[in-house]
């Protein structure tokens, strides 16, 4: 089920993106073009992080080091993408998102053994939609 949402958000993306790059790239050049895709690649890759998350936070009994990895990851991903863009829109998201993410591992470092991830969820989608032309 998660695997067929994803095709369909990458599909949407895709088409998105070709349509924005038809059209950038006679108005606005190559270079925005690839940074648009880069930021919608990464949004994707944070999506796909906080999916981990949410499954290792629902683990952490298991094998609590999961949801450390899973944050690492999007903050990793959040740093790339910060470094590529100068829109306020999706710095903006970023800066939210590294908050949240701030706010998970505060939480677990207090002891919460299942904090709450729908502020990371909620920042990641909005990453992804400033992200998406």
Sequence with gaps: MAASRR?????????????VALTAGLTTGCDAVG???????TADAIADSVTEL????ENAANDPSQTDASLDSIEKSLR???DKTDDADVNKAVDDLGKAVENVR????NGDETPDVSPVTDAAGEL?????P
């Design 54 to 57: 949410q499954q290792a936070v």
């Design 80 to 82: 790339k993408i910060g």
């Design 128 to 132: 992804t939609k400033v992200c998406t």
């Design 7 to 19: 095709r369909g958000r990458l599909t949407a993306v895709a088409a998105a993106v070709a349509t």
């Design 35 to 41: 940074k648009a895709l880069d930021c919608v690649q």
């Design 106 to 109: 505060t939480a677990i470092k």
